[in-house]
């Protein structure tokens, strides 16, 4: 069975720090890129950041400078150092993991999301 599951969300002040981890486990095939998306009240999923397997990382504007995507495939982990937190910022974050085996079968995979709130 596979799974995402997020965790490191809280409530921090304006101008703090969270880091937040998705571990994945029962892929078949390799996972290729990951990434983070956020959700707010009332909004769209949007991107916040991915990253190859190779490590090459992408940003959306909003969060450049502030937040670090990473990845640890040994641990079959990812991360996302999120600083200089803005109430902006405040949404339910997903792991996103996308995958395909040897023999060509595809797939993408959400993790159930983690709260992060920020307060003025």
């Known amino acids: 069975q596979v799974q995402l599951v997020e965790s490191g969300g809280d409530l921090v002040q304006a101008g703090g720090s969270l880091r937040l981890s998705c571990t994945a486990s029962g892929f078949i095939g390799r996972i290729n890129a990951m990434g983070w998306y956020r959700q707010a009240p009332g909004a769209q999923r949007e991107l916040v950041a991915t990253?190859?397997?190779?490590?090459?990382?992408n940003y959306t504007d909003s969060v450049k400078g502030r937040f670090i995507i990473s990845r640890d495939n040994d641990k079959k982990t990812m991360y996302l150092q999120m600083n200089s937190l803005k109430p902006d910022d405040t949404a339910v974050y997903y792991c996103?993991?996308?995958?395909?085996?040897?023999?060509?079968?595809?797939?993408?995979?959400w993790g159930q999301g983690t709260q992060v709130t920020v307060s003025a």
């Open positions: 996103n993991a996308r995958s395909a085996t040897s023999w060509g079968r595809k797939s993408e995979n």
């Open positions: 990253i190859t397997s190779d490590g090459s990382t």
